[in-house]
């Protein structure tokens, strides 16, 4: 079956770095282009930044450019982000998604938080 597996969420404090990562299996992960979306209470989910299978990058979103990379590693089914400088408005549940023509799969999520 299909699977995204989001880790490396938590607490940190502002100014501070995570790494998520996204664990990928039941599909041809190279041939699907990844996102993360994040969504923060009381507000609707928003694409944040996207790879495409060839690897081209996309940001969505003005206030995490220069902060949020995403990277892949094909040999490793596994999607990257890299969220630097960390302020309390990134505070939400991240979201790691597959897409390719139609199909759209998703992962769980996973809460970040960023306080004092």
């Known amino acids: 079956q299909v699977q995204l597996v989001e880790s490396g969420g938590g607490l940190v404090q502002p100014g501070g770095s995570l790494r998520l990562s996204c664990a990928a299996s039941?599909?041809?992960?190279?041939?699907?282009?990844m996102n993360w979306f994040r969504q923060a209470p009381g507000k609707e989910r928003e694409l944040v930044i996207g790879?495409?299978?060839?690897?081209?990058?996309?940001t969505y979103v003005d206030s995490v450019k220069g902060r949020f990379t995403i990277s892949r590693d094909n040999a490793k089914n596994t999607v990257y982000l890299q969220m630097n400088s960390l302020k309390p408005e990134d505070t939400a549940v991240y979201y790691c998604?597959?897409?390719?023509?139609?199909?759209?799969?998703w992962g769980q999520g996973t809460q970040v938080t960023v306080s004092s």
């Open positions: 998604n597959a897409a390719r023509a139609w199909i759209r799969y």
């Open positions: 039941g599909f041809t992960f190279s041939s699907y282009a």
């Open positions: 790879i495409t299978s060839a690897g081209s990058t996309g």
